[in-house]
T-cell receptor, first 112, second 114 residues
Framework: DAKTTQPPSMDCAEGRAANLPCNHS???????VYWYRQIHSQGPQYIIH???NNETNEMASLIITEDRKSSTLILPHATLRDTAVYYC?????????????FGQGTTLQVKP | KAGVTQTPRYLIKTRGQQVTLSCSPI?????VSWYQQTPGQGLQFLFE???????NKGNFPGRFSGRQFSNSRSEMNVSTLELGDSALYLC?????????????FGEGSRLTVL
C-alpha cells in the first residue's frame, strides 16, 4: 500500500465546507483512495473511495488529481458531528485481500 | 440490518492471562478483519478471515491468533497478555474479499491489561 500524508489537524467553521487534503505521491495505478473517519471511542466509518474519477455520495465528495498523487475530501456543509479523525488510505483494489494501512489521520475540529 | 457486533465491550485482565474476543459480522458478510488501536501505534491490521481461512496477516507475534466459524462469526485470542496489549480491538466485516469494498467496523472491545 502506498504511503499517505495528511496534515495532523484542521479547523472548520460549522456550515462551511471542510476540505481535507491527502498526498499519495507513490500510489500505483491499481490502488484506490479510501477515506474513513473515526469519531471518538467509536469504530472507523467508511466515507468514500475512488480510483481515478471524482466521486460523490451523500456524505462527501472526493476529488482526485489527474496524476493521482493527491486527493481532497470535501464535506460540503460541516456540522459539529463531523468532528473526528479522518483517515486517507491508498489500497489495492479487487483481487487482493486484506488490510488497510491507517496513518495518523487528520483531526478535524468543527467549531460553532 | 444489524451492524458488526463485538463482545465484550470492555474487559480487564492481568499480565500472563489470555483473552478471547468475539465478533459477529453483518449478515451476509463473509470476510472479517481484526485491528488493534493504541495511542502510540494507531490502527494496525492483525488478520483477515474469509470462509474460515486466514487470508492475510499483519506483523504481530504468534500470541495473537484468530479463527472464523462456518457462520462467519470470528474470535481472536491473545495469550500470555502483556501490558502493551492494552488497546481497543476492532473487528470489521465486508461482503467480499475484493478490496474495493468498504469495511464496516464494530464499536470495538477495549482491553486493559494490569
Amino acid at each position: 500500500d502506498a504511503k499517505t500524508t495528511q496534515p495532523p489537524s484542521m479547523d472548520c467553521a460549522e456550515g462551511r465546507a471542510a476540505n481535507l487534503p491527502c498526498n499519495h505521491s507513490t500510489i500505483s495505478g491499481n490502488e484506490y483512495v479510501y477515506w474513513y473517519r473515526q469519531i471518538h471511542s467509536q469504530g472507523p466509518q467508511y466515507i468514500i473511495h475512488g480510483l481515478k474519477n471524482n466521486e460523490t455520495n451523500e456524505m462527501a465528495s472526493l476529488i482526485i488529481t489527474e496524476d493521482r498523487k493527491s486527493s481532497t475530501l470535501i464535506l460540503p456543509h460541516a456540522t459539529l458531528r463531523d468532528t473526528a479523525v479522518y483517515y486517507c488510505i491508498a489500497s489495492l483494489g479487487s483481487g487482493n485481500t486484506g488490510k488497510l494501512i491507517f496513518g495518523q489521520g487528520t483531526t478535524l475540529q468543527v467549531k460553532p | 440490518k444489524a451492524g458488526v457486533t463485538q463482545t465484550p465491550r470492555y474487559l480487564i485482565k492481568t499480565r500472563g492471562q489470555q483473552v478471547t474476543l468475539s465478533c459477529s459480522p453483518i449478515s451476509g458478510h463473509r470476510s472479517v478483519s481484526w485491528y488493534q488501536q493504541t495511542p502510540g501505534q494507531g490502527l494496525q491490521f492483525l488478520f483477515e478471515y474469509f470462509s474460515e481461512t486466514q487470508r492475510n496477516k499483519g506483523n504481530f507475534p504468534g500470541r495473537f491468533s484468530g479463527r472464523q466459524f462456518s457462520n462467519s462469526r470470528s474470535e481472536m485470542n491473545v495469550s500470555t497478555l502483556e501490558l502493551g496489549d492494552s488497546a481497543l480491538y476492532l473487528c470489521a466485516s465486508r461482503d467480499s474479499i475484493w478490496r474495493d469494498r468498504e469495511l464496516f467496523f464494530g464499536e470495538g472491545s477495549r482491553l486493559t491489561v494490569l
